[in-house]
């Protein structure tokens, strides 16, 4: 179930957004002009997600390895050329297939929610809640997720400068009553406008990552930091200035992107 637990807080980071009006049928956030698609990111201890797309250059399917045996999928569903559901089926050792799945009931420039549940193939409920992903341009500012009376489970707030580069990030988890349980805060100060931004910024700690068209820094951001602990990143581009190699410099791990 450690797994599981793991999974709980990330899926709706592999969203891929393409936002339409309420009114019309049309893409709001164009990706940069020279961007690829996404083929597969790879982790230097082996793991890897790979990615598919339909005729449209929609992300339909996500394919990963999480302890080098097991395969997950997540499957994208669209209507009328907007996000409406995704599927994650996680194999769990114990247990079986778990289901993730998330359920958009309004999707626009500004804002996308919906209804989150985990649940077993027997139709046993782990998790039953509501989620909400607010925008602004290509960025992404908020997003929480509500228990069904209504209360916040979490939340997760973004802060940008006047360039859209990422500055303060906070996470909040919280208790039954409302009060906090836990709260997290990371602070940016440096970012590398080199090379066109990525989608898998903060990729190791919060797995927000995979949404063409939206993202949390207008530039990637090279440093990060928490509880007075400083983090640094680096990045490697292409010719066309995609990013091929995300590097975190303390930690002395990295990913490497490949395109289509």
């Known amino acids: 179930m450690k797994k599981l637990n ?7 980071g592999l ?53 080098q045996i097991t395969l997950d999928s997540t499957y994208f569903y669209y209507k009328n050329g907007i996000l409406s559901k995704t599927l994650q089926r996680i194999y769990v050792p114990v247990g079986g297939i778990v289901n993730v799945e998330s359920i958009f009931n309004q999707f626009n420039s500004s804002v996308a929610q919906g209804n989150y549940k985990i649940f ?11 989620f909400k992903y607010t925008f602004f341009k290509n960025l992404i500012k ?28 906070t ?8 009060t906090i349980q836990t709260n997290r805060q990371s602070i940016f100060s440096e970012w590398d406008s080199d090379g ?11 797995r927000i990552n995979n949404i063409p068209n939206m993202y949390l820094s207008n530039s990637n951001c090279l440093n990060k930091t928490e509880n007075n602990q400083l983090y640094e990143y680096s990045f490697e581009y292409d010719s ?3 990013v091929t190699k995300y590097t975190s410099i303390n930690e002395q791990k990295y990913i490497t992107l490949e395109y289509y």
């Open 6 to 12: 793991f999974i709980i807080g990330i899926l709706i």
């Open 15 to 67: 969203l891929t957004f393409s936002c339409s009006s309420n009114n019309e049928n049309k893409t709001i956030n164009e990706p940069d002009s020279n961007a690829k698609l996404l083929k597969q990111i790879t982790n230097s201890d082996g793991y890897w997600h790979k990615f598919f797309y339909n005729s449209q250059n929609q992300i339909e399917l996500i394919t990963q390895t999480s302890d």
């Open 120 to 130: 077993k193939e027997d139709g046993t409920i782990f998790q039953d809640k509501t």
């Open 142 to 169: 908020s997003i929480t997720f509500y228990n069904l009376d209504g209360s916040k489970s979490s939340e997760k707030l973004f802060a940008h400068d006047a360039a859209g580069n990422l500055t303060n990030f």
């Open 171 to 178: 996470e909040t988890w919280y208790n039954s009553d409302g």
């Open 196 to 206: 066109l931004k990525t989608q898998s910024l903060l990729y190791w700690d919060y």
């Open 240 to 242: 066309e200035g995609n």
